[in-house]
C-alpha cells in the first residue's frame, strides 16, 4: 500500500519568504503526483500535476519537484504571501488502480 | 460552468438512521469519486465508479454503498449511520484517460 507523509504538519513564515514543503511516498512506480491547496471549510483545487516522466512543473509563483528514485516532491512557494495560507496536499497515483493516496497535508501560515 | 456540487454541505444526523450524500457534474466525466477526510488519515478513498453502472470499492467501503445509474450523479449512502463515519466527505470526478481530478466543495457529515 502506498504511504504518503508531508512534512512538516503545521509551518508559519513571514510574508515574502520563499518556502519548501515535503511529500514523500513508498512506493516509486507512480503514475502522477499532484498538489492541492485547501482553505478551511473548502473542497480541494488543484495546483500542480507532475507526470511520472517530468522532473518539474510550474506555475506562477509555485515549482514542483519529483524525484521517484528517492520518492520524493517538493513544492516550493516564492516570495509568499498572506493569501497562499492555507493547507497543501499532495496525492500519488499509482499505475495500478485508480486511486489517490493523500498525505495528511501542510498547514501554511504566511504572517503579514 | 457548475462543475461537481455536493449536497447537503452540512448533515447532522443519528447513529442507526440512513443517510445519502449527493454528487452531481456537469462535464460529463466518466471517473467519479467519493473520498472522506479524517484528521490524522488524510483523504481516504471510499468507492469509484468508472462509467455508469460500474462501481468498486476503495481503501475504507465498509458502510457505505454507492449506485451509478446516471453518468452525472454518484450518491453514497451510508445504509446505517455510525459515530465513527463522522467526516468530511468529497466527490471528485475526472476524465477517462486524463490525470487531473476535480473535487468538489465537500460534504460535513455528523453523526450522534
Known amino acids: 500500500k502506498q504511504e504518503v507523509t508531508q512534512i512538516p504538519a503545521a509551518l508559519s513564515v513571514p510574508e515574502g519568504e520563499n518556502l519548501v514543503l515535503n511529500c514523500s511516498f513508498t512506493d516509486s512506480a507512480i503514475y502522477n503526483l499532484q498538489w492541492f491547496r485547501q482553505d478551511p471549510g473548502k473542497g480541494l483545487t488543484s495546483l500542480l500535476l507532475i507526470q511520472s516522466s517530468q522532473r518539474e512543473q510550474t506555475s506562477g509563483r509555485l515549482n514542483a519537484s519529483l524525484d521517484k528514485s528517492s520518492g520524493r516532491s517538493t513544492l516550493y512557494i516564492a516570495a509568499s504571501q498572506p493569501g497562499d495560507s492555507a493547507t497543501y496536499l499532495c496525492?500519488?497515483?499509482?499505475?495500478?488502480?485508480?486511486?489517490?493516496?493523500f498525505g495528511t497535508g501542510t498547514s501554511l501560515t504566511v504572517i503579514p | 460552468d457548475a462543475g461537481i456540487t455536493q449536497s447537503p454541505r452540512y448533515k447532522i444526523t443519528e447513529t442507526g438512521r440512513q443517510v445519502t450524500l449527493m454528487c452531481h457534474q456537469t462535464w460529463s466525466h466518466s471517473y467519479m469519486f467519493w473520498y472522506r477526510q479524517d484528521l490524522g488519515h488524510g483523504l481516504r478513498l471510499i468507492y469509484y465508479s468508472a462509467a455508469a453502472d460500474i462501481t468498486d470499492k476503495g481503501e475504507v467501503p465498509d458502510g457505505y454503498v454507492v449506485s451509478r445509474s446516471k453518468t452525472e450523479n454518484f450518491p453514497l449512502t451510508l445504509e446505517s449511520a455510525t459515530r465513527s463515519q463522522t467526516s468530511v466527505y468529497f466527490c471528485?470526478?475526472?476524465?477517462?484517460?486524463?490525470?487531473?481530478?476535480?473535487f468538489g466543495p465537500g460534504t460535513r457529515l455528523t453523526v450522534l
Open positions: 496525492a500519488v497515483r499509482l499505475f495500478t488502480g485508480n486511486q489517490f493516496y
Open positions: 471528485a470526478s475526472r476524465l477517462a484517460g486524463a490525470t487531473e481530478q476535480f
